[in-house]
């Protein structure tokens, strides 16, 4: 073919894209929703929102900038070409059976030749199957057996504590508390700790590339339909090749390797023997899961659940406990009123200094309020939870939501409602959870709807009671046996869609009754 008609035939083809985005700009249900004007015609602006590392105090100013008289946010805004934040978590998006289904942003979580793990997989039914294999090992009654692997490395990470008090120098506790969550996801996975705590630094260079990780996905997500080539042809570039999945991929293979080979040398030389009483790992539960027949598991999906673990069950749980112990730490008044109910559950023989079991932990209410308080202030996720509008479109919040229509909730939006949480949004008060609890049930209802720390419906993270359990267990060592000197009292954070805090410095003393 003749390269000028080449050259007319691909001009053509631009001149008729750029008419066919003007039509329907002008003639979309959802034009009038205001928004940057960028963000019209291309999604750069939302790539430089989250390049700022701030993109949810941006998604929340927007809201609050584009509000009319008499409302706190804006219902919706623009965020890109077809993509559009919400201020409520709509049935209709995240709801219990809802056909959204999640965006294409997902699609950058997971090796294209591969089959997606549980996080990123779009597919509502395929979704369905593969929680159902995994439940049990994450249900909350299965905390019993995963209790003992986070005391284990507790009573090491007290002792790391305990070492800083003496030392007197300022740490990065979000750093110490990184390492505790790691451990802890080892210990409970594959029944041994990864070494964080003992070396108090980046094992393996695992932080490092879990941290490439996120910031790979979050960015290609934008962008996904060029993940397949990326991902396949940038492996000689360095920090690159899905930036870092494939270390930390072939880090939990040669666990899984190693373990196949223990139970087969185990059962050849006569069977393996359990001790009842003895609690088991992720890993020994699901290779037993994978040899029923009724599971359909396959090898396939305890590596992606394997591998899930790791790249989900750490950064997580640290900033969650960064946060409660942060604002506690900060509010002397909520630190005696606390420490006022973990005394006295020590002296009621519920629990020890170094040690409370987890059931008692929920009979400790103004506890649990600090908890759920720090998980509203700084939660985990900082992005829009990305669904795509089903067949037949939507209507909510207003508008009329075409099919393919990109909408999300970010968590930090909801969490900073003035008209759902108070005029005090902003400020630390775990008092608001028992206030709602001791009233008629309503306005706790209200809170309870709009609380999404691990997301909504029927993608909540799986995971979530084992991090909850973290969280109860360690908490009330840390304040039962050391004072904490905050060098910052506003705790900043970076956000590349796990929102991670930069400044938590601290000195440690022991604690002075």
């Known amino acids: 073919m003749h390269p000028v008609i080449i050259v007319y035939a691909a001009l053509a083809a631009l001149i008729a894209k750029f008419f066919h985005f003007i039509y329907t700009t002008l003639t979309s249900p959802v034009r009038d929703v205001p928004g940057p004007f960028a963000a019209r015609f291309s999604k750069l602006w939302y790539v430089f929102a989250i390049w700022t590392g701030k993109a949810e105090q941006i998604n929340i100013e927007l ?36 056909k959204a289904t999640k965006s294409s942003w997902y699609d950058t979580w997971y090796d294209p030749a591969l089959e997606p793990s549980l996080f990123p997989d779009r597919d509502p039914q395929r979704h369905a199957n593969k929680r159902r294999m995994f439940q049990s090992m994450y249900a909350l009654s299965s905390l019993l057996h995963y209790e003992k692997y986070v005391e284990a490395v507790q009573s090491i990470f007290q002792e790391r504590l305990s070492e800083i008090s003496c030392d007197g120098k300022q740490v990065d506790l979000h750093h110490w508390l990184q390492c505790y969550a790691f451990d802890v996801v080892g210990n409970i996975t594959y029944g041994r700790r990864f070494g964080f705590l003992d070396e108090g630094q980046d094992v393996g260079q695992m932080i490092t590339s879990l941290d490439s990780v996120l910031k790979y996905a979050t960015f290609m997500g934008i962008f996904s339909w060029a993940h397949r080539w990326v991902y396949k042809y940038s492996s000689n570039l360095p920090g690159m090749r899905g930036g870092g999945l494939p270390y930390l991929a072939s880090t939990v293979r040669k666990e899984l390797d190693s373990r196949i080979a223990q139970r087969g040398k185990e059962e050849k030389d006569g069977g393996r023997v359990h001790d009842l009483d003895a609690p088991r790992d992720f890993l020994d ?41 942060f604002y506690v730490a900060r509010d002397p008044r909520v630190l005696a009123r606390l420490r006022e109910e973990l005394d006295q559950a020590v002296q009621d023989g519920k629990a020890t200094p170094d040690c409370a079991a987890f059931r008692e932990t929920q009979d400790m209410p103004y506890f649990q309020a600090c908890i759920k308080e720090g998980l509203r202030l700084t939660a985990a996720t900082g992005l829009p939870l990305w669904r795509v509008v089903p067949a037949g479109g939507v209507e909510m919040l207003g508008h009329y939501f075409p099919e393919g229509t990109e909408v999300g909730i970010n968590t930090w939006l909801a969490h900073y409602d003035q008209t759902i949480w108070g005029q005090d949004v902003a400020g630390f008060r775990p008092e608001r959870w028992i206030e709602a609890q001791e009233g008629d049930g309503n306005k706790l209802k209200v809170m309870d709807s709009n609380f999404m720390p691990f997301g909504l419906g029927s993608r909540t993270c799986i995971g979530r009671h084992i991090s909850y359990l973290e969280m109860c267990k360690v908490i009330p060592m840390i304040f039962l046996n050391f004072d904490i000197e905050l060098v910052n009292t506003k705790l900043t954070t970076e956000n590349h869609w796990f929102v991670k805090p930069t400044n938590f410095a601290v000195k440690l003393r022991r604690r002075q009754n």
Request: charged share 20%.
């Open 63 to 98: 809201h609050r900038k584009h509000a009319r008289d008499g409302e706190y946010y804006a219902p919706v805004v623009r965020l890109g070409p077809n993509m559009y934040s919400i201020s409520r978590p709509e049935k209709a998006i995240y709801g219990i059976g809802s």
């Open 285 to 325: 539960l699901a290779l037993d899961a994978e040899k029923d027949p009724d599971k359909a598991m396959t090898m396939r999906h305890v590596y992606a659940m394997l591998l899930s673990n790791v790249v989900a069950g750490s950064d997580t749980t640290a900033v969650s406990l960064s946060s409660v112990i």
